[in-house]
């Protein structure tokens, strides 16, 4: 629910907001609304507090994350939301479990992903091909008939 909303609201502003102005707010608020949930979820919060990603430990992970995922990751939606389909880009967005179990065999020793993982992935990208293509000719279709009017 909330990704439709989160993918709704940038292809409205990303018509005309460039993706940094946008990237910056959307970033603060999530991080200001996932504060409290830190706080009652996380059971080591009162030890590192709101700035324990600033311990040595952390830092270079929080930036991996930052960079990577932040920056690349969602930023990268983000800014596909101006040139491609909020359907399509709502639907790759189905592909983040598949893409982190794959990050994490080859990356991070996580283990080879279950047989699960691979039929849900093979799933995933039946579907997001099928959305694709249906798109695509569904786009094709109305430039022919535009042109024929």
Known sequence: MFVVGYIVVGRIL???LPIFLYAFPVTLIAAL???PFSYYIEPNFSEFGVVGWTDGEFFVWFLLLALVAG???HTGLNTCLR???PLIV????TLEPVLGSMIGWLFFDAGIPGNWTWLGGLV???GLLTVVV???QALGEANNQNESA
């Open 124 to 126: 995933l990208l039946g």
């Open 33 to 35: 609304l996932l504060l």
């Open 83 to 85: 040139y491609i389909s």
């Open 71 to 73: 920056l690349l990751g």
């Open 14 to 16: 990303r018509t005309w």
């Open 90 to 93: 709502s639907v790759s967005v």
């Open 134 to 136: 249906a798109g695509e």
